[in-house]
Nanobody
Framework: QVQLVESGGGLVQAGGSLRLSCEVSGSTISGIHMAWYRQRPGKEREWVAR???????FYADFVEGRFTISRDNAKDTVDLQMNRLEPEDTAIYYCNKNPPWPAYWGQGTQVTVSS
């Protein structure tokens, strides 16, 4: 059974930074495209960033240039460095593969950005 555990969220002022981390167990991430997603209050979950098995990275327009996704296949972890955070980035952040395992969403980590 795959487990995804996100951490690193918190409360930060606008313009600040946070680094999220996702630990994957029950499956190696080697060879799997991984991604970060988020769900803002009252909104559907949306894709934020993706890193391919070959380490190519792709970003949603609203985070391009501010967020950086990375992976460590040896540790089965995926990180998201978030810089220049904006109040609109307030959300619960999740990691999953891309496309996602529908049955294996973790609890996510809350990011709150104050203005």
């Amino acid at each position: 059974q795959v487990q995804l555990v996100e951490s690193g969220g918190g409360l930060v002022q606008a313009g600040g930074s946070l680094r999220l981390s996702c630990e994957v167990s029950g499956s190696t991430i080697s060879g799997i495209h991984m991604a970060w997603y988020r769900q803002r209050p009252g909104k559907e979950r949306e894709w934020v960033a993706r890193i391919s098995s070959g380490r190519n990275t792709f970003y949603a327009d609203f985070v391009e240039g501010r967020f950086t996704i990375s992976r460590d296949n040896a540790k089965d972890t995926v990180d998201l460095q978030m810089n220049r955070l904006e109040p609109e980035d307030t959300a619960i952040y999740y990691c999953n593969k891309n496309p996602p395992w529908p049955a294996y969403w973790g609890q996510g980590t809350q990011v709150t950005v104050s203005s």
